[in-house]
């Protein structure tokens, strides 16, 4: 008897730990059960941002915004720090970008949903071929073509294709007269899914620009460990 109850109290104590095992796994998960937090992701791979920045961001109040940035954190997705009188937050290791990047490409491998979204949200894209890694970085070398970031220039600083200018998304109009005509012109911004780029493809090519778009952006760029830069 006393075998058996010894036996039972074990698996018992066993299934115990093996469930709040998987119940730490699951609580990244759920972390991320939210559009926004996801989209905080997205932003935050492009570089640590202020609670502030990242509430203008995802359109959401401060006071919200700091909710989400807490759970990531307490999650072990976020890192924080005190900057004078303001908290910024950041990925708390490369593969935090890497989780998110796989779960992205995941839903738009498997849902038919997400495609459709995606194409709602970003428009037609026929004509906006994209140009891969391979090829930008060679004709970087060639000196044969003009690459501009449509970024926030804060996420310039903080990292840009090697060579970009910065020319965010909201200054493009006012600024080709900057941009030179006889060359080709290649704008990236956040990823696959940021509408800047395509935005800015469009724009340029409406006032007689050779333009296209980076087949995804700075965050895929520098992992694939492909010459970047920093500061202004």
Same mark, same amino acid.
Request: glycine letters at 8%.
């Given at each position: 008897?006393?075998?058996?109850?010894?036996?039972?109290?074990?698996?018992?104590?066993?299934?115990?730990?093996?469930?709040?095992?998987?119940?730490?796994?699951?609580?990244?998960?759920?972390?991320?059960?939210?559009?926004?937090?996801?989209?905080?992701?997205?932003?935050?791979?492009?570089?640590?941002?202020?609670?502030?920045?990242?509430?203008?961001?995802?359109?959401?109040?401060?006071?919200?915004?700091?909710?989400?940035?807490?759970?990531?954190?307490?999650?072990?997705?976020?890192?924080?720090?005190?900057?004078?009188?303001?908290?910024?937050?950041?990925?708390?290791?490369?593969?935090?970008?890497?989780?998110?990047?796989?779960?992205?490409?995941?839903?738009?491998?498997?849902?038919?949903?997400?495609?459709?979204? &995606?194409?709602?949200?970003? $428009?037609?894209?026929? *004509?906006?071929?994209?140009? +891969? %890694? =391979? #090829? !930008?970085?060679? /004709? @970087?070398?060639?000196?044969?073509?003009?690459?501009?970031?449509?970024?926030?220039? &804060?996420?310039?600083?903080? $990292?840009?294709?090697? *060579?970009?200018?910065?020319? +965010? %998304? =909201? #200054? !493009?109009?006012? /600024? @080709?007269?900057?941009?030179?005509?006889?060359?080709?012109?290649?704008?990236?911004?956040?990823?696959?899914?940021?509408?800047?780029?395509?935005?800015?493809?469009?724009?340029?090519?409406?006032?007689?620009?050779?333009?296209?778009?980076?087949?995804?952006?700075?965050?895929?760029?520098?992992?694939?460990?492909?010459?970047?830069?920093?500061?202004?």
């Amino acid at each position: 008897m006393n075998l058996v109850y010894y036996s039972s109290n074990y698996l018992n104590m066993s299934r115990e730990k093996k469930d709040a095992l998987f119940d730490g796994f699951s609580a990244v998960a759920k972390a991320l059960a939210s559009g926004r937090r996801a989209e905080i992701l997205d932003v935050l791979a492009q570089g640590p941002r202020s609670v502030e920045d990242v509430a203008g961001e995802i359109d959401q109040s401060v006071a919200n915004t700091s909710r989400h940035l807490r759970l990531m954190a307490q999650a072990g997705l976020l890192r924080s720090e005190r900057r004078g009188t303001q908290i910024f937050y950041r990925h708390s290791s490369p593969r935090v970008r890497g989780l998110w990047r796989e779960l992205r490409d995941l839903a738009a491998e498997q849902s038919a949903e997400v495609e459709r979204l &995606a194409a709602a949200y970003l $428009g037609e894209r026929d *004509g906006l071929e994209p140009v +891969p %890694h =391979g #090829e !930008l970085a060679r /004709r @970087l070398k060639r000196g044969d073509v003009v690459v501009i970031d449509v970024r926030p220039a &804060a996420e310039y600083e903080n $990292g840009h294709i090697a *060579g970009a200018r910065s020319i +965010p %998304h =909201g #200054e !493009l109009k006012k /600024r @080709l007269k900057t941009i030179p005509k006889d060359v080709d012109i290649v704008a990236y911004c956040r990823g696959p899914y940021c509408v800047y780029a395509d935005d800015a493809v469009r724009t340029l090519r409406s006032k007689g620009f050779r333009a296209s778009r980076l087949q995804d952006g700075f965050p895929e760029w520098a992992d694939a460990r492909r010459p970047v830069s920093t500061g202004a």
